[in-house]
T-cell receptor, first 113, second 112 residues
Framework: AQSVSQHNHHVILSEAASLELGCNYS??????LFWYVQYPGQHLQLLLK??????LVKGIKGFEAEFIKSKFSFNLRKPSVQWSDTAEYFC???????????FGAGTRLFVKA | GAVVSQHPSWVICKSGTSVKIECRSL??????MFWYRQFPKQSLMLMAT?????????EQGVEKDKFLINHASLTLSTLTVTSAHPEDSSFYIC????????FGSGTRLTVV
């Protein structure tokens, strides 16, 4: 069965620290990959997505993610986090041409001011 | 960008009653919409795929008769929780596919 694994459930960082959130998936075919963010009290928003092409994808608010096909990974990165990045981050995978999107369990990021 | 409107944002109902949640795509047509349930401190669980003009496709373990889905038009899908019980209390979210997946703001259902 397809699955998405996010390694860190909780991450605490100080402002200006660098961030990397891990995401691995299990699916043998081609996939579309997403990172979503859910700020406290708000709904899910798309941060970035990968469909094809350059495996290094840049999203909003300075986030980027790199698709490494050989590792089935799509890790999210940001060089310098801000207090306003405190939120829950979800990795999601959708087999190309399929409808179902599978979400990871989420990673709660808390950034200390 | 694409917007999905979900209504109501929160509802409290008595055990045994039914609750309807609406999901509308405001500026695009969505032949397919998705209904998720989010348990506290857990990820989103896909409940069903709603297809315009045809029956919904339910995920394993989701009761069709309990969670009725109707996708009557290209911009509206509804989820009705029938005979709600306290264990149905949860956060329900719909989404529609455009360029990525656009999510509604969610509905917090509390059954007392």
């Amino acid at each position: 069965a397809q699955s998405v694994s996010q390694h860190n459930h909780h991450v605490i960082l100080s402002e200006a620290a660098s961030l990397e959130l891990g995401c691995n998936y299990s699916y043998g075919g081609t996939v579309n990959l997403f990172w979503y963010v859910q700020y406290p009290g708000q709904h899910l928003q798309l941060l970035l997505k990968y469909f094809s092409g350059d495996p290094l994808v840049k999203g909003i608010k300075g986030f980027e993610a790199e698709f490494i096909k050989s590792k089935f990974s799509f890790n999210l990165r940001k060089p310098s986090v801000q207090w306003s990045d405190t939120a829950e981050y979800f990795c999601a995978v959708n087999p190309t041409g399929g409808f179902k999107t599978i979400f990871g369990a989420g990673t709660r990021l808390f950034v200390k001011a | 960008g694409a917007v999905v409107s979900q209504h109501p944002s929160w509802v409290i109902c008595k055990s045994g009653t039914s609750v309807k949640i609406e999901c509308r795509s405001l500026d695009f047509q969505a032949t397919t919409m998705f209904w998720y349930r989010q348990f506290p401190k857990q990820s989103l669980m896909l409940m069903a795929t709603s297809n315009e003009g045809s029956k919904a496709t339910y995920e394993q373990g989701v009761e069709k008769d309990k969670f009725l889905i109707n996708h009557a038009s290209l911009t509206l899908s509804t989820l009705t929780v029938t005979s709600a019980h306290p264990e149905d209390s949860s956060f329900y979210i719909c989404s529609a596919r455009d360029d990525g997946y656009t999510f509604g703001s969610g509905t917090r259902l509390t059954v007392v």
